[in-house]
Every structure is written in C-alpha cells, then in structure tokens.
C-alpha cells in the first residue's frame, strides 16, 4: 500500500516570502499520480497543483511550484511571494493509476498547517 | 473547476435519528464518487467509494450498515448516517472525479449528534 508522509505539522512563514512545504511517499509503482490540496478555515478542499510521475518536468502554477524528485520519491511545495490567503491546511496526495486495478482514491498526508505573518 | 455541491453543510441531531448527506456534480457526470471522514486538525480518511449503479466498496473498519451510501444517478450520490450517535459526530467530505484524474471536492458537512 501508498503511505504519504508530511513531516511538518506546523510551517509559518512571513508575507511575501517563500516556503517550501515537504512531502514523501511509498509506493512501488513507476506511474502515479500526485497533488497537493489546500484546506482553509471554511474547510473546503481546493487543488493547488498537480504532478503526473511520467512527466520530468516539475509543474508550476503561478505562484505554486513543486519539487518532484521521483528517484528520492520528494514531492514538495513551494510558495512563493507568500500572501495572507495562502494559510491554510495542505494536504499532500498520492493516486494510483487506473492501469493498475486498485481503487482511484487519493491517499492524503496527514497535512501541514501554513500559517502567513503579516 | 468541476462544481461539487455537497449539502447540508451543517447538521444537528438527536441520538438515534438518521441523517442524510447529498453530493452533487453539478457541471458533470461522476460515475465514482468518494466519502471521506475528517476528525480536527487531521487528514481526510476515506470511508466509502460510491459507484454509480453499484454497491459501494467501503473501507476497512467502516460499518456499512452504519453509513449507507447510495449512488442512483451520475450526478448525485449519498450517505446516510443511520442512527447517529455522539461518536458519529465529525466532519463529512464527498469527492468526485473527473477527467484528468483530479478529484473536486464537496464543502463538507458538520454533524453534530446530541
């Protein structure tokens, strides 16, 4: 089975600033799928970004970017010019491909909680 | 984004009643949807995957007979907690997938059971 690990349980970091946020996983497949979710206060999942483990390249999305290091099996996040609304909680999430037959859930991090300083 | 209308948001009910949760895609179809349990401040765990026209496949340790899911059609699933107790009491979150293998997800549902 997928394990996916978040070994930060707090990170603050001070506006406009830059952050990175660290993710590992388990797995034994070659193709996967990765994300990483954001959970503010209203407690709505929202997609920050995601990763397909075929693609070298890392995936940007404005402000957001990760690190994927596939060999070392290293997902992070990184945020940059931080502002107030980007605290939240962040998940980090695993998904399997549908090739492999398993259920097409997400196996979630247990999360970091970002907090912004004015 | 792909909508995820998930209602109510906010519940309130004495021990033993039931309670039905909704989760709607509103601007596609979903044939699998999913039902996550949040506790505070931890990880979203997944109870159920809902499948349209089938049984759900529920996770281990979740009591099927306690959380009965339904999924009729392609755009509405739902879960319904069956005489709730306090320890039912959490925060529910429905996802569903779409294209893309990205997963939309509902705003969740607060139960408290008195």
């Known amino acids: 089975a997928q394990t996916v690990t978040q070994s930060q349980p707090e990170m603050s970091v001070q506006e406009a600033e830059t952050v990175t946020l660290s993710c590992t996983y388990d797995?034994?497949?070659?193709?996967?799928?990765l994300f990483w979710y954001k959970q503010p206060p209203s407690r709505q999942m929202i997609l920050v970004i995601r990763?397909?483990?075929?693609?070298?390249q890392n995936a940007t999305e404005n402000r957001f970017s990760v690190n994927f290091q596939k060999a070392a099996k290293s997902f992070s996040l990184k945020i940059s010019d931080s502002q107030l609304g980007d605290a939240a909680m962040y998940f980090c999430?695993?998904?399997?491909?549908?090739?492999?037959?398993?259920?097409?859930?997400?196996?979630f991090g247990s999360g970091t909680q970002l907090t912004v300083l004015p | 984004g792909a909508v995820v209308s998930q209602h109510p948001s906010r519940v309130i009910c004495k021990s033993g009643t039931s309670v039905k949760i909704e989760c709607r895609s509103l601007?596609?179809?979903?044939?699998?949807m999913f039902w996550y349990r949040q506790f505070p401040k931890q990880s979203l765990m997944l109870m159920a995957t809902?499948?349209?026209?089938?049984?759900?496949?529920?996770e281990q340790g979740v009591e099927k007979d306690k959380f009965l899911i339904n999924h009729a059609s392609l755009t509405l699933s739902t879960l319904t907690v069956t005489s709730a107790h306090p320890e039912d009491s959490s925060f529910y979150i429905c996802?569903?997938?779409?294209?893309?293998?990205?997963?939309?997800f509902g705003a969740g549902t607060r139960l408290s059971v008195l």
């Open positions: 809902s499948n349209e026209g089938s049984k759900a496949t529920y």
């Open positions: 999430a695993y998904r399997s491909p549908i090739s492999s037959g398993s259920a097409r859930q997400l196996t």
């Open positions: 797995t034994s497949e070659s193709d996967y799928y």
């Open positions: 996802s569903a997938r779409v294209l893309q293998n990205i997963q939309y």
């Open positions: 601007d596609f179809q979903a044939t699998t």
């Open positions: 990763q397909e483990a075929y693609k070298q």
